[in-house]
């Protein structure tokens, strides 16, 4: 079993940046896809990006390309989500995942994902 732990989220300006952590412990963490959602307050969980499990291929929702990057540190057992240009509709809490799915048209829904973190909050004032 893996268990993952996010960190780094916070309050920030609209147009500041944050970047939060997503680090894995249990099961060789690089075995596996991982992805980034967030959930606002009365809202579905979204997806926002994933990562395939070597690092080579990333994927983007359309409300965040060209603003956030995901990243992983295998050596680490780490995931990143650079979140820059931050817009107050990013306010949210985000969480990070894995999956041992390696076809990345799952990895846009959560269902298909096998572990998760608690959450960081970040809040983006207007």
């Known amino acids: 079993q893996v268990q993952l732990i996010e960190s780094g989220g916070g309050l920030v300006q609209a147009g500041g940046s944050l970047r939060l952590s997503c680090a894995a412990s249990?099961?060789?963490?690089?075995?596996?896809?991982s992805g980034w959602f967030r959930q606002a307050p009365g809202k579905e969980r979204e997806f926002v990006a994933a990562i395939s499990w070597s690092g080579g291929s990333t994927y983007y929702a359309d409300s965040v390309k060209g603003r956030f990057t995901i990243s992983r540190d295998n050596g680490k057992n780490t995931v990143y989500l650079q979140v820059n240009s931050l817009k107050p509709e990013d306010t949210a809490v985000y969480y990070c995942a894995c999956t041992h799915y390696r076809y990345s048209g799952t990895y846009y829904y959560p269902h298909n994902y096998d572990y998760w973190g608690q959450g960081t909050q970040v809040t983006v004032s207007s």
């Open positions: 249990g099961r060789t963490f690089g075995n596996y896809a």
